[in-house]
């Protein structure tokens, strides 16, 4: 199984990023897909997370209202839009798999992130 994260980058405060997830070696449709993110010597938080079909979805309060996840199970991607960024996103953004819906890091299949830096 490989997820692979990209469209990361350094972006000033109220720019807007989109990030995919393109996923290969598993059954992407039979998966959860949620976002994560990390900063250094912090534990990884929850960003967003969208169920089998993309009908369900949830969002940490942090960013609701903002981000946008979805989802193309004909192209095996997951997508994050991220608008009005502001500084304290700035974090390395990962994404995962797992067969049942959480908001926890107890993910099975995990990529390799991608930074995301937004400056004031």
């Known amino acids: 199984v490989q997820l692979q994260a990209s469209g990361g980058g350094s972006v000033q405060a109220g720019d807007s990023l989109r990030l995919s997830c393109a996923a290969s070696?598993?059954?992407?449709?039979?998966?959860?897909m949620g976002w994560f993110r990390q900063v250094p010597e912090k534990e990884r938080e929850f960003v967003a997370v969208?169920?089998?079909?993309?009908?369900?979805?949830y969002y940490a309060d942090a960013v609701k209202g903002r981000f946008t996840i979805s989802r193309d199970n004909a192209r095996n991607t997951m997508y994050l839009q991220m608008n009005s960024l502001k500084p304290e996103d700035t974090a390395v953004y990962y994404c995962?798999?797992?067969?049942?819906?959480?908001?926890?890091?107890?993910?099975?299949?995990w990529g390799r992130g991608t930074l995301v830096t937004v400056s004031s």
């Open positions: 969208v169920n089998w079909d993309g009908r369900t979805t």
């Open positions: 070696g598993l059954t992407f449709s039979r998966y959860v």
């Open positions: 995962a798999a797992k067969r049942t819906i959480s908001t926890q890091p107890e993910y099975d299949y």
